[in-house]
């Protein structure tokens, strides 16, 4: 299968599954399905619950499948980003759980032919979603003007040297030059920044040049808006929202989600007041959870979508 997936905060995303009543039958939302690691967890704990998951990239939908093909009777898998579930979930709703497990999946970032990875060549992807019809980042490096792909850098990687990189890659164009290999990118932000400002980083050069390109290829962000607003149309009294987000900007929104849902629309209440961070020895043994904030919304018993679902009275 590959890259093995360990899911971040999985303990405590159980724990407030419990605490939710999952031990009686119960249907979740796997909104980042991956390989299923969360879904494989909740299946396995509560016999009696049904895991629907989603994700654009067709290849997790096959993976997952297959991981899970025990439970294939409660387990669902279905081919759609969260931000579009709407068009594939309303004849199964109402739904007493959502898990979303935001950014890049360890499949995604093992496999140098995706493009997410600065520590593998490969082509310079990072489509989500490669069938679909989403510029790859080296098109988008290709098209866009040393001024916006600096704003891109800045917005969603807070780049400090994002408008030298981004004259660069236009010099680059204007030499005849093109950046089509992570490898290449890679090169290109080494050569231009000097010893000593890469070793004041702390981390790798180009991480925060490929968390923007793969945030805007993606759009990641909006899409990231758009689930949390469908969310609302498809819970039951009393559902909850559970959302591990790995950087500022996902974790502001969804920290402005759920306290707007509280103060201003008062359909349920924050369940973290503060976001829930991984123990030390969570981060010694997946260095993905050093970044990983959780936060959960319950809404109220008076709450719930309008949708309800079809297809589950057959089952």
Same mark, same amino acid.
């Given at each position: 299968? /590959?890259?093995?997936?360990?899911p971040?905060l ?7 599954l ?5 031990e ?11 390989? /299923? ?6 299946? *396995? ?12 990239d ?8 297959? @991981? ?5 009777? @409660? ?8 931000g579009g579930? %709407? ?7 109402p739904?007493d ?17 995706r ?8 082509p ?23 001024? &916006? ?6 917005r969603?990687? &807070?780049?400090?040297?994002?408008r ?5 890659? &236009? ?7 093109s950046?089509?290999t992570? /490898? ?9 920044? #000097?010893? #000593?400002v890469?070793? +004041?980083?702390?981390?790798? #050069? ?7 390109? @793969? ?16 969310? +609302?149309?498809?819970?039951? #009294?009393g559902a ?11 974790? *502001?929104i ?13 359909? %349920?209440?924050v ?7 991984? &123990? ?9 959870? *050093?970044s ?11 709450? %719930? /979508?309008?949708?309800r ?7």
């Amino acid at each position: 299968m /590959g890259a093995e997936h360990e899911p971040v905060l999985l303990t405590e995303v159980m724990e407030l599954l419990r605490l939710n009543g999952m031990e009686r039958s119960k249907k979740v939302v796997d909104c980042t399905l991956g390989l /299923g690691g969360y879904s494989r967890e909740i299946l *396995r704990a509560f016999p009696e619950a049904k895991v629907y998951g989603l994700d654009r990239d067709l290849s997790a939908i096959v993976r997952s499948r297959a @991981r899970l093909a025990e439970y294939a009777a @409660r387990f669902h898998a279905l081919h759609k980003n969260f931000g579009g579930m %709407g068009e594939v979930l309303t004849d199964f709703a109402p739904f007493d759980a959502f898990v979303f497990d935001l950014g890049v999946s360890n499949m995604q970032l093992t496999e140098a032919d995706r493009g997410f990875s600065f520590q593998n060549d490969g082509p310079l992807d990072m489509r989500m979603n490669p069938d679909g019809a989403a510029e790859t980042a080296a098109e988008v490096l290709q098209r866009l003007s040393a001024e &916006e792909l600096a704003k891109i850098f800045w917005r969603y990687g &807070e780049e400090r040297y994002a408008r030298q990189i981004a004259a660069k890659i &236009e010099e680059t164009r204007k030499k005849g030059g093109s950046l089509k290999t992570t /490898g290449e990118l890679v090169t290109l932000i080494r050569d231009l920044l #000097p010893a #000593p400002v890469q070793r +004041k980083m702390g981390t790798h #050069p180009a991480r925060r040049v490929f968390q923007a390109l @793969r945030i805007y290829v993606n759009e990641e962000l909006e899409e990231l808006e758009a689930g949390l607003a469908s969310v +609302k149309r498809f819970v039951s #009294p009393g559902a909850i929202v559970i959302v591990v987000s790995y950087h500022s900007l996902e974790d *502001r929104i969804v920290k402005h989600t759920f306290r707007t849902w509280e103060t201003e629309e008062k359909i %349920g209440i924050v369940l973290t007041k503060h976001p829930v961070l991984a &123990e030390p020895r969570e981060i010694e043994k997946n260095f993905k959870a *050093r970044s990983a904030k959780l936060r959960s919304f319950r809404f109220s018993a008076k709450s %719930g /979508g309008k949708t309800r679902g079809k297809r589950d009275k057959a089952k």
